[in-house]
Nanobody, 125 residues
């Protein structure tokens, strides 16, 4: 069983920074795509950033230049560094993972096999 656990959410003022982490346990494959999504009440879940095992990354246009996705020190761990946060970044942020690494070559699909429980990010103006 694959379990994803997010951490690092919180509240910050506009222009501030937060760092989210996601650790996957129970995954053993050498190929994967790991990603961050976010969702606000009444809206569809949207992709934020993705990273594959070969370090291929993709970003939503709304976060390019402000957010950076990277691998963590431990295997199957990713980090989302969020800078210059805006009130519109307020959402529940979810970590996702899938063995299909090609999901990382773009931002379209949301069909990931594994999902975390989410961590709340709130940005005040």
């Amino acid at each position: 069983q694959v379990l994803l656990v997010e951490s690092g959410g919180g509240s910050v003022q506009q222009g501030g920074s937060l760092r989210l982490s996601c650790a996957a346990s129970g995954y053993t494959g050498s190929r994967y795509c790991m990603a961050w999504f976010r969702q606000t009440p009444g809206k569809e879940r949207e992709g934020v950033a993705r990273i594959a095992m070969d370090d291929t990354t993709s970003y939503a246009d709304s976060v390019k230049g402000r957010f950076t996705i990277s691998k963590g020190d431990a295997k199957y761990t990713i980090v989302l560094q969020m800078n210059n946060l805006k009130p519109e970044d307020t959402a529940m942020y979810y970590c996702a993972a899938d063995p299909m690494w090609t999901l990382c070559y773009g931002m379209g699909s949301v069909a990931f096999d594994y999902w975390g429980q989410g961590t709340q990010v709130t940005v005040s103006s």
